[in-house]
């Protein structure tokens, strides 16, 4: 079975401070994929990153930098210098080697960022 | 933008009633997945549509039933609704079923079951 945990229901900062949203993760699988997905008010999921599980490297993408660690099965996404606009609940997820793409979503993490 | 779409935004159902959702892939699209993401909660997996055969379901009841069409359509229908019915649906496409590549997502439709 799969499993995605974030600890973090709810997160609180102040426009400009960087902010870590942790993710956790099971599988037995020996292969597998790695989401975030951010999904503001309006409802609709954005795709974020994608990594597989033989892809070590962090990567960053302007404000936004993924920290993987397959030692501890954690799967990290920071914001630098948050903005208003990052407001909004981040998804991580996992889609395991046999499962197609059927997603396995953590609860999520409610960011709010106060000017 | 996505190009994935749905219909209706929001629907209000008495329990014990079916209702029927649909929603509208990308163009060229294949595979279809609906979730259901509860109040607070993240998505679960429904089930996944690939070229008008169901391809994979999660822990969803047979009253939880989807069709899918040539013309990059589908539907979700949901028998005797009951009040935990109410939710999130969301659908989601992509090219292959086997390819865990980033899944596009519609906006939703909220259904409210009284």
């Known amino acids: 079975a799969q499993k995605v945990t974030q600890a973090q229901t709810e997160i609180s900062v102040v426009e400009k401070e960087d902010v870590t949203l942790d993710c956790v993760y099971e599988?037995?699988?020996?292969?597998?994929?790695l989401f975030w997905y951010k999904q503001p008010p309006s409802g609709e999921l954005v795709f974020l990153i994608r990594?597989?599980?033989?892809?070590?490297q962090n990567e960053i993408s302007g404000r936004y930098s993924w920290n993987f660690q397959k030692s501890t099965s954690s799967f990290n996404f920071t914001i630098t210098a948050s903005q208003v606009v990052d407001s909004a609940v981040y998804f991580c997820a996992l889609s395991g080697n046999n499962a197609g793409n059927m997603l396995t979503f953590g609860g999520g993490t409610r960011l709010m960022v106060k000017p | 933008e996505t190009g994935v779409t749905q219909s209706p935004t929001h629907l209000i159902k008495t329990r014990g009633q079916q209702v029927t959702l649909r929603c509208s892939s990308q163009s060229g699209h294949n595979t279809v997945s609906w979730y259901q993401q509860a109040l607070g909660q993240g998505p679960q997996f429904i089930f996944q549509y690939y070229r008008e055969e169901e391809n994979g379901r999660g822990n969803f009841p047979p009253r939880f039933s989807g069709l899918q069409f040539p013309n990059y359509s589908s539907e979700l229908n949901v028998n005797a609704l009951e009040l935990d019915d109410s939710a999130l649906y969301l659908c989601a496409s992509n090219d292959e079923p086997g390819q865990p590549y980033e899944q596009y997502f519609g906006p939703g439709t909220r259904l409210t079951v009284t």
């Open positions: 599988t037995r699988d020996t292969t597998y994929y």
């Open positions: 990594r597989n599980s033989f892809d070590e």
